[in-house]
């Protein structure tokens, strides 16, 4: 027997229940799922697994953000031209890995670039603007190496790509929209302490791909 | 009381969950007609919609010239180039598309200062080409010639709308995100064109 607000014995209560949980257990049976016959997935599967293949490794994430970090910490140009640079150069990798050209080291060179651009937000490191785009770019050699050895056949390419370039530019995004905090005084304490996360765990997925 | 808004609530709850939707599978006619149809394959095909939306994008970064020339060069070529490939039977695998993009998302990314007649040539360009292969993808039993209509439309409304939008930009950060918008179309370029040569070898 229910109870009402006041405690007190409530036989209405315990059938309102009941007709509720009756009516959502019925609602949740009759929902029909959609009948799918000959419906070509390829497009939809292409794209969110594209949209899902940067973000599914913490070594990838950890360096894509701390990209925006950085770019976000040396200020205008380097908070647009390091982002940009990244996913043409890292698309780049991932047409040679696609191909199947060879690139040594290439797990090592994924956790040092975690390493590296941890280690430059953690110091405030201010190198000249090419300087910075050529470590960016090559690192995103190394990514976009990894990611291309990696794609899975089967998929539709385009919206794959599509899916691929999206999430490693929110990435970015995620990493330049963190990074904005460096304009406050307590921010800047903040995203060194960020980069040094970074660069912890870049140094354990070196550790891991070295051993 | 309570029960019984409960218990309507529920039943419209279930009546709305349980209204089963028509079966279409193998259906017999899906269309909207030629014209729409071509609307919506433009609306729905990446392959065409990213190097227009390229081209736009370049145009627009140039300025009101080359917005206008883009939006009378670009679906005028798309209807010659589909009216030749009306009359095809082949429009190509993914390398091309690929280089378009690398291409037109290079341009878009650096700011490339361009003349005008070089955003009309590439216009000219991508008109011909996408339209014929287009034109193959809409040769009868296809909507046809008047389903070309419709992409041009497509074309043309995608072209006003982005290049004027682009044009009328004024604060540096703007800018900056189109040309951002650039470099992930040259990704997405160079991505395909890994898929395209890996596929062919």
């Known amino acids: ?211 | 009381m309570a029960a019984m808004v409960i218990f309507a609530l529920a039943t419209v709850a279930i009546a709305l969950v349980a209204w089963p939707p028509g079966a279409e599978a193998h259906l017999v006619t899906t269309g909207l007609g030629p014209v729409y149809d071509g609307l919506l394959h433009f609306a729905v095909a990446p392959e065409d919609l990213i190097p227009v939306l390229a081209l736009a994008l370049l145009a627009g970064l140039r300025g009101p010239a080359h917005g206008r020339w883009a939006l009378l060069v670009l679906p005028a070529a798309w209807l010659v180039g589909g009216w030749f490939g009306l009359a095809a039977h082949s429009g190509g695998g993914p390398v091309l598309p690929a280089i378009s993009l690398i291409v037109l998302g290079v341009l878009v990314a650096a700011d490339a200062p361009l003349p005008v007649v070089a955003t009309m040539g590439l216009a000219l360009a991508l008109g011909l080409w996408r339209g014929y292969v287009n034109g193959t993808a809409m040769a009868v039993p296809g909507p046809g010639g008047v389903g070309l209509v419709g992409v041009a439309v497509g074309v043309f409304a995608l072209v006003a709308i982005i290049a004027s939008l682009v044009v009328s930009l004024k604060a540096a950060w703007t800018r900056i995100v189109v040309r951002v918008a650039g470099s992930w179309i040259t990704a997405i370029g160079l991505l395909l064109l890994g898929w395209g040569l890996r596929s062919k070898s």
């Open chain 1, 1 to 211: 027997m229910g109870r009402s607000s006041l405690g007190v014995a409530c036989p209405g209560a315990r059938s309102r229940l009941a007709l509720l949980l009756r009516a959502i257990l019925l609602a949740i049976l009759s929902w029909a799922a959609t009948a799918e016959a000959h419906v070509e997935g390829g497009e939809a599967g292409g794209f969110l697994a594209g949209l899902a293949h940067p973000v599914s490794g913490l070594d990838h994430v950890l360096a894509m953000v701390a990209v925006g970090l950085w770019g976000a910490q040396l200020g205008v140009p380097a908070l647009w031209v390091l982002p940009v640079t990244f996913p043409m150069v890292m698309a780049l990798g991932g047409m040679a890995g696609l191909l199947g050209l060879p690139l040594p080291g290439v797990e090592i060179g994924v956790a040092a670039s975690g390493v590296l651009l941890g280690l430059a937000v953690m110091s405030e490191l201010r190198p000249p603007l090419g300087a910075a785009i050529a470590l960016v770019a090559a690192f995103g050699v190394f990514h976009g190496h990894a990611h291309g050895t990696e794609l899975p056949s089967g998929e539709s390419a385009l919206f794959y790509s599509i899916g691929f370039v999206a999430a490693t530019g929110c990435l970015h995004g995620v990493g330049i929209a963190i990074g904005l905090i460096h304009a406050r005084p307590w921010g800047r304490k903040v995203l060194r302490a960020a980069g040094a996360v970074v660069a912890i765990g870049g140094l354990f997925f070196l550790w891991r791909a070295v051993a």
